[in-house]
């Protein structure tokens, strides 16, 4: 896996927020684990902060942009409804034979990518797929909103797939999702259903929506379902695992879900402190700084997992090559 990745230069620091909204950094840090976030430049969308990811990776995978077969985007901030930020990537990068699609799955969107990705190459379709996570929250988020706008930050990661030896590379997928929580995490306006209007903004519809415990509760439950699910289909156990990479969505999420696993802190990888939630992008994100860290190795066991809107939820193991 060639791996690379993009935030931007802009940090927004708990601080920062102090000035802009009723809140404070220790509020921030203890109810989220979060400390900063990245914030696009008003002329970067999703696609810009793609590509950098996605030219890191190639290098790194020694794959270059005119043998890959697929691109798949996953993101909920596309640049725009159509058409997909796949294809001005596809277009940007020279990937002149790829295929490429946007997935929608919210922060699920890189695990389900993954599956997706694995399914092509399996099948011998493709040879290389280039999957991509990029997200601007920033754009979609209401800064008068105290309880959303703390959250979440830009950036993106991207990876480049190809065939690996039987019993090496991604073990197990498991995607799952439960439409009846849809309303719990949404962005409702600006689709079909509630197109652009100056009524729709007012009522602030084109914002993210969000009912925070219901959405803490339903995490915690399906992380560590979904983390068990992923390990029988792999035919493991937890103590088979080297790392867990899981969505950074609230550290406090993570520490409920380690200890539902009864599994040690210390091999789960966190950098929520650093880049807040970026969606799809918050597990490419990990796993670089994982990688930067030293703390991947050939061979090793990794699980990640995944939970957002939809409601969706997916976790894969992966063995390292
Ligand atoms: N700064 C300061 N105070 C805040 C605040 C902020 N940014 N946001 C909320 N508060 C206040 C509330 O108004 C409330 O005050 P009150 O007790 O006087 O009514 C108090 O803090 C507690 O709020 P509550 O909503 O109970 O906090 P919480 O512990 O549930 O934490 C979240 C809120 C959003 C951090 C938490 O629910 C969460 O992380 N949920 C999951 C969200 C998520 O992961 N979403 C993305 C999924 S992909």
């Avoid at 797929?129 to 990661?157: H, K, P, Y």
């Avoid at 402190?273 to 061979?299: C, F, V």
């Amino acid at each position: 896996m060639g791996v690379g990745t993009y935030v931007p230069e802009k940090i927004l620091t708990n601080k920062d927020l102090e000035q802009m909204i009723d809140t404070n950094d220790q509020w921030i840090r203890s109810r989220t684990g979060i400390k900063e976030r990245r914030i696009a430049a008003p002329e970067q969308a999703a696609s810009d902060l793609a590509i950098p990811a996605a030219v890191v990776a190639l290098k790194k995978a020694g794959v270059a942009p005119a043998e890959v077969d697929l691109i798949i985007v996953a993101t909920s901030t596309p640049d725009m409804c159509f058409p997909s930020t796949a294809c001005a990537i596809q277009h940007k990068l020279g990937c002149t034979k790829a295929g490429a699609f946007d997935l929608s799955a919210a922060c699920s969107g890189f695990v389900y990518a993954l599956s997706v990705a694995r399914q092509f190459i399996a099948t011998g379709t493709a040879k290389y797929v280039l999957v991509i996570a990029s997200e601007v929250f920033s754009r979609v988020l209401n800064w008068q909103d105290r309880e959303t706008c703390i959250l979440f930050g830009d950036g993106a990661g991207a990876v480049v797939l190809g065939a690996v030896a039987p019993g090496q590379g991604i073990i197990s997928a498991h995607l799952a999702a439960d439409g009846a929580g849809g309303h719990l995490l949404t962005l409702p306006g600006c689709g079909s259903r509630l197109p652009l209007t100056p009524d729709l903004m007012k009522q602030g519809l084109h914002y993210v929506t969000m009912e925070g415990k219901e959405v803490f509760k339903f995490a915690v439950r399906v992380m560590e379902t979904g983390a068990l699910k992923a390990l029988e289909l792999a035919g493991m156990e937890k103590d088979d695992l080297d790392l867990i990479i899981p969505h950074q969505a609230n550290s406090r999420i993570i520490e409920h879900v380690a200890k539902k696993l009864h599994f040690p802190l210390e091999k789960i990888m966190v950098n929520v402190d650093k880049y807040g939630n970026t969606s799809a992008a918050s597990i490419p994100l990990a796993l670089d700084d994982a990688l930067r860290q030293g703390r991947i190795k050939p061979g090793d066991n990794i699980l990640m997992i995944a939970f957002g809107g939809g409601l969706t939820w997916a976790a894969t193991i992966v063995k390292w090559v």
